[in-house]
């Protein structure tokens, strides 16, 4: 058993240098201005991790959008706080505290929600701030405030190959998952009443994308942190579904403004000497706005053009 | 075993069924059974429970009590087989979702895909197996509407997403159609077409099961009424089912539930179709 992690950890060590020495590749073909800022190991390393970030919460909120699972993923962001806390106690991994936790979270609203008269916005709020106000309780206890402060609000710049491996993991997983199951996932984001009616399992589909949900939070935990990680769980998708009027392509344009906020905000962080999690989403909220105005069927100025030429 | 209904077999078996929405009762004592290869309405006032039936028949909803069978054997075994095809009300449906008329009407394939191999379910399905791509090419075709099948569904008119959504129930081609008042909201034309298309799928021996509110188009097609409202309020052939008098019977029939429920239903109403 040992033998068998040491081996896989030396494949992902090995794995990690590969992907780092393609990214440089593309990175190195930039003016040396640019790419400057990318020779040092932790700002390669930094760079892979928020490629992969970008690019499973770019996936993932093309659900996240489409179901309007917005605060749905916000609350499971928050709820995960306890789980990391336990985990770290405990020393587990990560992933497995979180997920009990965002998953004990996303049923207990669910239970809230049908057995009371309380509503879902109630329930979800109560429940979240519940785990989340926990979190900071056991944190406070066993660790220094920076490491509270690197769990909310990310920590990019020094992620640790352990970390980065993690995010790789979780990044295959969910790519995996969504390809082998993207038409269930559709037909349920779509239709969920249809997909009973064909047979479906929805409350396994339900799980299973909540779970998705809570291990793409994991992932992007050291990056954009967990407050953040809203963001860039709702804006990438937000942005292309202005953009297009096809899933494909949705989830498309949503990887790529994933993926590019999450390397453009990372470089404009070290340049400007700013916090990278709150640059990236910065970043990424740009690319809505700029959506907003000048998609050409759903953009503002389309729209305004096309009403003063028909009036 | 599955049963008779005179002499045609029955399709789907409904037995002592009672449903609830938040301890609400919606339906209670449920007795029914639908013809096989008949094209059954079913007829109520607004919030009589109608889309409800439906909503435990395709699984949606837990039922509190009661069983429901199909051919003899439990619903669910034909639901993962593919044999029961339903068809939404415009509302259920979000039409701002990025998904082509294709696509949509796709979906009704979904089920039968789970029966190919893994290999070739992770390639678009039109490559694989042309039976997809030609059945889904067959129900736009029915519903005439193979030249908008690569337009958004969010740019259709109300009759188009009507027809998009019957498309996807005959792309499933299966053998019991549940249809929630496909005629809801469509220009003449499109009822017209919607009702031609039903009297196929009857012809080609399946079995079809509508909600409706409209009278003349049942009078006219439909070989078996059921009313309901709450409670089975009759069930029989049109013209006997259908008559004025009978309607005008069903309408007041809320007047027999507990004072508890008059307030929900004052809100809802039903007029008796008018010729």
Redesign the interface.
Known sequence: MAELMATLGLFGDALVSGLIAAIMVIVNLFPASISDAFQYAFMQRALLTSVLVGAICGILSCYVV?KRWSLLGDAISHAVLPGVAIAYLLGWPFFIGAFITGALTSVGIGAIERHTRIKSDAAMGLMFTGAFALGIVIISKIASSTHLMHILFGNVLGVQQSALLLTLVASVIALLVV??AY??L??Y????????????N?SVIHYGLILLLTLTIVASLETVGIILVVAMLITPGATA?LL????K??MLISVGVGVSSAVIGLWLSVVLDVASGGTIVLVATSCFFIALLFSPKHGVVMRQWRRWRMG | MATTFGDTLVAIDVKNLYAAYQRQPVLENINLQFPAGKWTAIVGPNGAGKSTLFHVLTGSMKALRGSVQAFGEPITTHRKAGHIAYMAQREAIEWDFPVSVWETVMGGRYGHMRNDPLWRRLLPARWYHPRHGEAVHRALEAVDMLALAKRPIGALSGGQKKRVLLARTLAQQANILLLDEPLAGVDPPSERLILDVLAREREAGRTVIMVTHDMPGARRHVDHVVLINRFIRGVGAPDEMLSDAKLAELAVSSTEQSVYDMAADKASSFTVAQG
């Open positions: 489409l390809w082998l038409r269930p559709l037909l984001a779509f239709d969920p009443q249809q997909a009973q009616a064909l047979g479906f929805t579904h297009t009027d096809r899933f392509t949705m």
